[in-house]
C-alpha cells in the first residue's frame, strides 16, 4: 500500500492565486522531503530537499519564494506555489524514504501520486 | 545533470524479457545503482536496486557490471502492464542528490 500520500491529486487555479500541496508519510516519521517538479514529456527535477524543523535546500534555479515549503512535522510536509502563473502549470511530486533523514544505503525512496496543477 | 545515460526509448513483446541499459561510467565507490519506473501521470515505483552484487527481486533482476560502470534491469516475462519509463539513478548517502536522467520509455507490445 502506498507510504505517502500526496493531495490534491489535480488542481486547477486563477493566475495569481496561491496553491498548496500536501505531502504525508503513513505510519512512519519522514524526516526529510524531497519535492520534484514534471513537465510533459520530461524526467523529474528536483527542486528542493526540506528537513524536519529547519529551512528547506532548494536546487540551483528554483525561487524559494515562489514555492515555499514548509515541513512542520514529520509527517507532513507542505509545498505552495505562490502567485502561480501558467508556466507553474506541471506534475508536482514528493517523496521521502522511511525512517533516516536521508536515504541510506539500503533503502528506497517512496513517492507520492503527485499533483498536477494546471494555472489558468 | 545526471550521472546516468539510458537508451531513450525500447520496444519488447509481450511474454519476452525485457532488457534496459543504463551507463554509469562516473559511478562513485559508494554509490548504489537504483531503478525506477513511472506510468503516466503517476508516481514513481521502487523496483530494485543494488550495489556490486547482481540482485533479483519479485519484479526484476539487476546486473551491474564488475567495473560497476553499467548495468541492466531485467523485466524477465514483460507484460502490457510493464509500458512505462524507467528511470536508473545513483546515490550514494546523504550527501548526494537524488537526480533522475532522462530514462527509457518501454513499450511492451501484444
Known amino acids: 500500500g502506498a507510504v505517502v500520500s500526496q493531495h490534491p491529486s489535480r488542481v486547477i487555479c486563477k493566475s495569481g492565486t496561491s496553491v498548496k500541496i500536501e505531502c504525508r508519510s503513513l505510519?512512519?516519521?519522514?524526516?526529510?522531503m524531497f519535492w520534484y517538479r514534471q513537465f510533459p514529456k520530461q524526467s523529474l527535477m528536483l527542486m528542493a530537499t526540506s528537513n524536519e524543523g529547519s529551512k528547506a535546500t532548494y536546487e540551483q534555479g528554483v525561487e524559494k519564494d515562489k514555492f515555499l515549503i514548509n515541513h512542520a512535522s514529520l509527517t507532513l510536509s507542505t509545498l505552495t506555489v505562490t502567485s502561480a502563473h501558467p508556466e507553474d502549470s506541471s506534475f508536482y511530486i514528493c517523496?521521502?524514504?522511511?525512517?533516516?533523514?536521508?536515504?541510506?544505503?539500503?533503502?528506497?525512496?517512496?513517492f507520492g501520486s503527485g499533483t498536477q496543477l494546471s494555472v489558468l | 545533470d545526471a550521472k546516468t545515460t539510458q537508451p531513450t526509448s525500447m520496444d519488447c513483446a509481450e511474454g519476452r524479457a525485457a532488457n534496459l541499459p543504463c551507463n554509469h561510467s562516473?559511478?562513485?565507490?559508494?554509490?548504489?545503482v537504483y531503478w525506477y519506473r513511472q506510468i503516466h501521470s503517476q508516481g514513481p515505483q521502487y523496483i530494485i536496486h543494488?550495489?556490486?552484487n547482481n540482485e533479483t527481486n519479485e519484479m526484476a533482476s539487476l546486473i551491474i557490471t564488475e567495473d560497476r560502470k553499467s548495468s541492466t534491469l531485467i523485466l524477465p516475462h514483460a507484460t502490457l502492464r510493464d509500458t512505462a519509463v524507467y528511470y536508473c539513478m545513483l546515490y550514494g548517502g546523504s550527501q548526494g542528490n537524488l537526480i533522475f536522467g532522462k530514462g527509457t520509455k518501454l513499450s511492451v507490445k501484444p
Open positions: 543494488g550495489l556490486k
Open positions: 562516473t559511478i562513485s565507490g559508494n554509490e548504489y
Open positions: 505510519d512512519f516519521q519522514a524526516t526529510t
Open positions: 517523496s521521502t524514504t522511511r525512517d533516516s533523514g536521508g536515504m541510506s544505503t539500503n533503502e528506497k525512496l517512496f
